[in-house]
């Protein structure tokens, strides 16, 4: 069964070490990402306020089109991509802001814009190498609870 994936809805990287109260059910979507189906922006924020917590917002919008054949193989193609961009620059989150799809002669294009968002103990987005360093040992640490 395809997991649909809709505007507003968030995606955060599997594994992450946190605290109790920002442990959400999802489904996996994709290799080391849950989709939050049932959890908008809002409420994510809100949880992490209450545990001293940030939900960063990145402003620019990541936009990944995709050409092929059938809409839901290129949606999860499209997303794919936005997942990838995301966990490049080391953000453990992404909000999908919009989905855009159009046919013409049995050709499917689709176009998934998106924010890159950060779940995050510190109040400021840090530098790409920091960001890379603090991924790595939130999800090395062996019997750590996970998300």
Request: with cysteine; proline share 2%; aromatic share 8%.
């Amino acid at each position: 069964m395809e997991i649909a994936v809709e505007s507003g809805c968030i995606f955060v990287m599997d594994a992450l070490l946190l605290p109790p109260i920002l442990r959400f059910e999802g489904e996996l979507y994709s290799d080391g990402w849950r989709l939050l189906n049932r959890l908008k922006s809002n409420d994510i924020e809100s949880r992490a306020r209450d545990c001293s917590w940030n939900f960063m917002f990145l402003a620019e919008v990541i936009k990944r089109t995709v050409f092929g054949f059938g809409r839901a193989r290129s949606l999860r193609r499209a997303t794919d991509k936005v997942l990838t961009a995301a966990r490049n620059n080391a953000f453990n989150s992404v909000e999908v802001t919009e989905i855009t799809a159009r046919q013409f002669l049995g050709m499917h294009w689709v176009s998934v814009d998106a924010h890159f968002r950060s779940l995050q103990k510190s109040n400021q987005i840090k530098a790409l190498a920091a960001r890379r360093r603090d991924l790595a040992m939130v999800q090395r640490i062996p019997g750590a609870e996970r998300l």
